[in-house]
Nanobody, 125 residues
Framework: QVRLVESGGGLVQAGGSLRLSCAVSGRTFSSYALGWFRQAPGKEREFVAGISWSGDHIYYGDFVKGRFTISRDRDKTTVYLQMNSLKPEDTAVYYC??????????????????WGQGTQVTVSS
């Protein structure tokens, strides 16, 4: 089992920034790619950003357009999502997820095996 716990969500004005964190625990011998997804009310879950196990591959959803940055600490137990220039349409519950089968990661949520409980991000206009 791999356990993920997100934090750092909250209410921010448009143009502001937030930094989300996702703490990973569980089987320390596990290798996994990590991804961030989001889901707004009434909408499908959307890929935000991903990082491979090696860290060599980092990729973003098309809507990000340079505003967000995914990173990971050296021991690979925490992944971050720095979000700048936030817009009201970024309002959603943000989830981190671990993919233990595809260490390169994926933009597809079905590829991920473990999920956190989510953290709410609300951007006011």
């Amino acid at each position: 089992q791999v356990r993920l716990v997100e934090s750092g969500g909250g209410l921010v004005q448009a143009g502001g920034s937030l930094r989300l964190s996702c703490a990973v625990s569980g089987r320390t011998f596990s290798s996994y790619a990590l991804g961030w997804f989001r889901q707004a009310p009434g909408k499908e879950r959307e890929f935000v950003a991903g990082i491979s196990w090696s860290g060599d591959h980092i990729y973003y959803g098309d809507f990000v357009k340079g505003r967000f940055t995914i990173s990971r600490d050296r021991d690979k137990t925490t992944v971050y999502l720095q979000m700048n220039s936030l817009k009201p349409e970024d309002t959603a519950v943000y989830y981190c997820a671990a993919d233990v089968r595809n260490l390169g990661g994926s933009r597809m949520d079905l590829s991920y095996d473990y999920w956190g409980q989510g953290t709410q991000v609300t951007v006011s206009s």
